[in-house]
C-alpha cells in the first residue's frame, strides 16, 4: 500500500478505496510467484488508477465538481490488477 501512496501523489484515496485496496494487495502477495514485483504492480495500478479518475473529472461538469470530489481516488476507480 505504501509503493502505491507514492505513485498517487498529488492525489487523495477515500478510506473505503483504502479498504478495498488492502486485502487485495494482500491476496497477490499470498499468492505470488518467483516474477512477483511489487513495485512494479502498484505503479502500473496506481497509473490506471490516477488515470481514470483524471477521465472521470475531466467527464464531470463544472457544476458536479466539488473539492471533495477532486483527485480523489474512489472504489470505482480502483483497478485490481494480479500482475
Request: aromatic fraction near 8%; hydrophobic fraction near 35%; avoid cysteine.
Amino acid at each position: 500500500m505504501e509503493i502505491t501512496e507514492l505513485y498517487i501523489q498529488g492525489y487523495g484515496i477515500t478510506a473505503e478505496a483504502k479498504d478495498t485496496l488492502y486485502p487485495h494487495y494482500q491476496h497477490i502477495f499470498e499468492s505470488r510467484n518467483d516474477s512477483f514485483g511489487n513495485a512494479g504492480l502498484a505503479k502500473k495500478m496506481a497509473k490506471e488508477m490516477t488515470r481514470k479518475v483524471d477521465y472521470r473529472l475531466a467527464k464531470a461538469s463544472r457544476g458536479q465538481l466539488s473539492e471533495v470530489m477532486k483527485k480523489e481516488i474512489l472504489v470505482d476507480d480502483l483497478v485490481l490488477l494480479e500482475s
